[in-house]
């Protein structure tokens, strides 16, 4: 069975840091692209960032410089950090079986549940 479960979310300060992760069973995470989409409430899904199958990343114009994701092979982990946060950067956070871009959000059957992380002061 495909499946996608993140963990480390929570609630921190503008300015803090944040690592999430993904684990990842029933395929390897070398095989195909992955990602991370967020959600605010009311707002549309964004993209954050993706990274391919052979490594290369991308990221959202809104994260760049402040946000990096990484996988572990070994432990079929995907990750996000996150620094600087900001109160804008609240949101679920997803990962995802797919590659996103600003026009292209992988489906949400290739999704896991999120975890949710709040910036607040």
């Known amino acids: 069975e495909v499946q996608l479960v993140e963990s480390g979310g929570g609630t921190v300060q503008p300015g803090e840091s944040l690592r999430l992760s993904c684990v990842a069973s029933?395929?390897?995470?070398?095989?195909?692209?992955m990602s991370w989409v967020r959600r605010a409430p009311g707002k549309e899904p964004e993209c954050v960032s993706s990274?391919?199958?052979?490594?290369?990343?991308t990221y959202g114009h809104s994260v760049r410089d402040r946000f990096a994701i990484s996988r572990d092979n070994a432990k079929n982990t995907l990750y996000l950090q996150m620094n600087s946060l900001k109160p804008e950067d609240t949101a679920r956070y997803y990962c995802?079986?797919?590659?996103?871009?600003?026009?292209?959000?992988?489906?949400?059957?290739?999704w896991g549940q999120g975890t949710q992380v709040t910036v607040s002061s």
């Open positions: 029933g395929f390897a995470i070398t095989s195909t692209h």
């Open positions: 995802a079986r797919a590659h996103c871009s600003i026009r292209d959000i992988p489906p949400r059957d290739v």
């Open positions: 990274i391919f199958v052979r490594g290369s990343t």
